[in-house]
């Protein structure tokens, strides 16, 4: 089966085209990070409009890229939510039309559900059954995943995701959006014990997240530390961003260890956007060997969003026979556990 994948829940309009036999023939992406820069976030008008702008263009790039005329394509998969209704309903609406012009099944994805699968992408995927820390601009989880749609949510942020966190802490520092490549960047020129930040939550018991006094604690050590000016000086201000982004890192690596010992599962897949970052994959490497598991994660460019995860997932549950009716269906917010399972638990 050949699936055309969609990708519009955000700032980035993601195409791919992935076969059951060849793997994934294509992929492209055009990133609106350009339009929302000098806004210092997404502006989700801009976004939309932006979509509408590229997605047909890039669907016809991505279909010669992979040598396929639309006759070869056996299906369309769009990210349905959760995410900004306007950018979703660019790509539900053309995945849908398309797969009605083409006479061909559809169906909507669960945008996280992509990134849980990214991995799947890879040389060596994980086997199932296996824990994942999904961590993005808007989520924060820990999942115990036993099949594709058998899902488990152990834990999750009780109010900013680690992606959001980053973001905001490098607004703070006056860095570019978006945050999390930029904090990491600085954070290679600081002094890491210069400073020490909590880790959130990490002291009791449980597999949630907090990170809002995280970004409080951010906001202090910044206006404590700042002279003249309004940031602090450069070296300092290097010194911040490699004290947070230890924090962070921390805090997701000591749940991912404790998710790890109450189920028993040795294996763990960390996926979204933030699974980008050199650090956290060096220490969560490092860790989870210490104990004899193993670590997956996506190549780099599909840690954040990309078509590539929503063509796979699209034709992992398009093979097994679901599909959609022809509704537009857009699902800003959309729980994850309790998609239809392609498995019995
Ligand atoms: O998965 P993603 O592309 O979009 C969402 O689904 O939200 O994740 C975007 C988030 C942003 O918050 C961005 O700052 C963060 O991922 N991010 C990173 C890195 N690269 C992207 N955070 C830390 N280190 C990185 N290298
Ligand atoms: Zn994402």
């Known amino acids: 089966m050949r699936v055309l994948g969609i990708e519009t829940s955000c700032d980035e309009t993601g195409i791919a085209v992935y076969d059951s036999n060849g793997g994934l023939l294509a992929h492209d992406l055009y990133s609106q990070i350009g339009v929302h820069a000098e806004y210092g976030g997404v502006v989700p ?27 070869e394509i056996d ?41 849980l699968l990214a991995p799947m992408l890879e040389e060596s995927p994980p086997a199932f059954p296996f824990i994942a820390l999904l961590v993005s601009g808007g989520h924060t989880q820990l999942v115990e995943v036993k099949g594709v749609g058998i899902y488990h949510i152990l834990g999750q942020s009780l ?35 210069k400073f020490k930040f909590p880790r959130p939550m990490t002291d009791r018991p449980g597999l949630d997240f907090s990170f809002s006094g995280l970004k409080t604690f951010t906001l202090n050590t910044i206006v404590k530390y700042r002279g003249d000016d309004v940031l602090p000086d ?21 749940k991912c260890l404790r998710a790890l010992k109450q ?7 960390v996926a979204g956007g933030v699974s980008a970052n050199e650090r956290l994959r060096e220490k969560l490497t490092e860790r989870i060997h210490k104990i004899n598991g193993e670590v997956f994660y996506a190549r780099h460019e599909f ?14 549950r398009l093979l097994a026979g679901y599909h959609e009716d022809l509704a537009v269906t857009a699902k800003p917010r959309w729980p994850m556990d309790n998609l239809m399972p392609l498995t019995e638990e």
């Open 159 to 193: 109010d900013d995701a680690a992606g959001e966190a980053f973001d905001k802490a490098a607004k703070m520092l006056d860095l570019d959006y978006p945050g999390g490549p930029a904090i990491a960047e600085l954070a290679k020129k600081g002094v890491a014990e």
């Open 75 to 115: 299906g369309l998969a769009y990210t349905s939510g959760p995410g900004l209704i306007g950018a979703l309903m660019v790509g539900v609406c053309v995945g849908r039309a398309l797969a009605y012009a083409w006479q061909v099944p559809a169906i909507g994805i669960h945008h996280m559900e992509g990134h």
């Open 263 to 269: 189920t028993g599962l040795k294996r763990l897949v």
């Open 303 to 316: 840690c954040t969003d990309n078509g590539a995860m929503i063509a796979y997932a699209g034709c992992q």
């Open 45 to 71: 008008e801009l976004a939309s409009r932006d979509h509408v702008r590229k997605i047909l263009p890039l669907i016809k790039q991505v279909l010669s890229d992979a040598n396929t005329t639309a006759k």
């Open 234 to 254: 450069d070296q300092t201000s290097a010194d911040i961003a490699c004290a947070f982004e230890e924090a962070v890192i921390d805090t997701l690596t000591i």
